[in-house]
C-alpha cells in the first residue's frame, strides 16, 4: 500500500490589525481601528483563494467575554468567511506553547494562518523550534512571518502589502530570514 502523506504545513505568522485610539483612562479599546478593519479586508486579498499562501487553517488567540483580546479573530474573520473556515480560537493568547503545538499539528492540506498579539508571536516561533531570536516590530502591522520545517529557521516574508495602510512600508516577497535582520 503506497502512503500518500501530506507536506508538512507552512505556518504563517501576522500580527493583528490595527488599534483604536486609547480610552480616556488610558486602558486600549476593544476592536479595530478603521485602519484595523480595512486591514482586515485587505487580507481577503492577501492570503485569498488565489492567494500563493494555500490557507487551509487559521489560529487566532482566544478572545475574552468581555471583548479585550479580540483583535486578532476581528482580523481574520472577514479572510476566514471567504476561505469558509472555522477560526480555532481556543487558545488562550499566553499559551505560546499551545499555539505552536496547534500550528504544527494540523494535519490536512494547505498551510496555516496564525494571527496573534505582536508581543506573542516571537514566543510562538521560539516554541515552533525557531533557532534565532526575533522581534515583531513594534510599529508595524503588516509583517509576514513564515517558518517552514523542520521549523527552525523564520523567514521575514515581507508586507502584507494592503494598498492605502502599506504602500511603501517594505518589499513584498522573501526578503530573507530573519536571523540576518538586526
Not at 483580546?69 to 499566553?94: A, F, W
Request: overall charge negative.
Amino acid at each position: 500500500m503506497v502512503s500518500h502523506a501530506l507536506p508538512s504545513p507552512i505556518i504563517y505568522l501576522i500580527r493583528h490589525g490595527e488599534k483604536p485610539p486609547k480610552l480616556p483612562d488610558g486602558e486600549d479599546a476593544n476592536g479595530l481601528s478603521a485602519q484595523g478593519l480595512e486591514r482586515a479586508q485587505g487580507l481577503r486579498k492577501v492570503f485569498g483563494k488565489d492567494s500563493i499562501y494555500d490557507i487551509q487553517h487559521i489560529i487566532a488567540e482566544h478572545p475574552k467575554k468581555d471583548g479585550s483580546r479580540d483583535r486578532p479573530y476581528l482580523t481574520i474573520l472577514p479572510l476566514s468567511q471567504d476561505l469558509d473556515l472555522e477560526v480555532d480560537k481556543s487558545i488562550d493568547r499566553d499559551d505560546v506553547k499551545g499555539a505552536a503545538e496547534a500550528a504544527k499539528g494540523y494535519a490536512g492540506p494547505g498551510n496555516v494562518l496564525v494571527c496573534w498579539e505582536h508581543g506573542e508571536l516571537a514566543k510562538i516561533v521560539e516554541k515552533l523550534g525557531v533557532k534565532e531570536k526575533a522581534t515583531y516590530p513594534g510599529d508595524r502591522f503588516d509583517v509576514i512571518w513564515a517558518v517552514k520545517k523542520p521549523y527552525e529557521v523564520l523567514e521575514w516574508v515581507g508586507s502584507e502589502g494592503v494598498p492605502g495602510l502599506d504602500d511603501g512600508a517594505s518589499p513584498v516577497g522573501p526578503v530573507g530570514p530573519v536571523a540576518g535582520d538586526d
